[in-house]
Structure formats: C-alpha cells, structure tokens
C-alpha cells in the first residue's frame, strides 16, 4: 500500500486490489452511469461521486472498500470522503485504466466485454 500525492490517501495497484476483492473487500466505482455501462469490474458495486454521501449508509461497514474511477483522482477524493467517515478505504491508484491494462476482466452492463470510457 502506498500514499498518493493528491489527497495523502491510501491507494492500491490494480492486482492488489483484485487479491483484496477476492478476500472480501467490496470494489466501489464512482465513475459516472456512460463510464459503468461502457465497462466496469464485473464485481464492483456502482455508487456515482456526487451520490456517496448520500449512501454511506448502504454501505458495509464491516469490510475494507476499494474505490476506483478511470485514472484515480475521483476515487482518491471519494477515498478520502470514506475515510473521514470511518469506513476502511483504499483508492485504485491509476484506476480502471490500470485495471484494465493488467488484464483483469471488464465487463460492460449487458455482460459483454467491456472498455474504460
């Protein structure tokens, strides 16, 4: 795990964040709904920026999050909401960009494969 400049919050690369996922760790994108439907981790779970506070609340508590945007600075800003409200949070640092790039999988809304838009 290491600090990103923009923010100072904790960040993971893309094969981290898989392992994290596969031990129980919920992955967060915040991207927009055309950057979801073009392609997202198919295990993800989709909540928009300018919606978290709103659902902190439906939100587990009880397992680390794992937020990711297109290339991290949304995610970092997301990262750093969560933490201050106490959930244990990490950002994908370089995002589904990086994601993608290490060949872990994408999947669009209808269950084809997916791009980062």
């Known amino acids: 795990m290491s600090q990103l400049p ?3 919050v904790p960040g993971v690369g893309p ?3 898989s392992k994290l996922v596969g031990e129980g760790a919920v992955l967060v994108d915040v991207r927009e709904d055309y950057e979801w439907e073009a ?3 198919p295990m993800a779970r989709h909540v928009l ?3 978290l506070a709103e659902e902190l609340d439906d939100l587990p508590t009880d397992k680390q999050l794992v937020v990711v ?3 991290g600075s949304r ?3 997301a990262t750093a909401l969560l933490l201050e409200s ?3 949070a990490t950002n994908l640092e370089g995002g589904m960009n990086a994601w993608l790039a290490a060949g872990l999988p ?3 809304d209808d269950g084809s494969p997916g791009v980062v838009a």
């Open 6 to 8: 923009n923010g100072g």
């Open 86 to 88: 106490g959930f244990d």
């Open 49 to 51: 920026l300018g919606q």
């Open 75 to 77: 995610s970092a800003r």
């Open 15 to 17: 094969e981290e964040a």
């Open 106 to 108: 994408v999947e669009a």
């Open 39 to 41: 392609g997202h981790a």
């Open 69 to 71: 945007c297109r290339a």
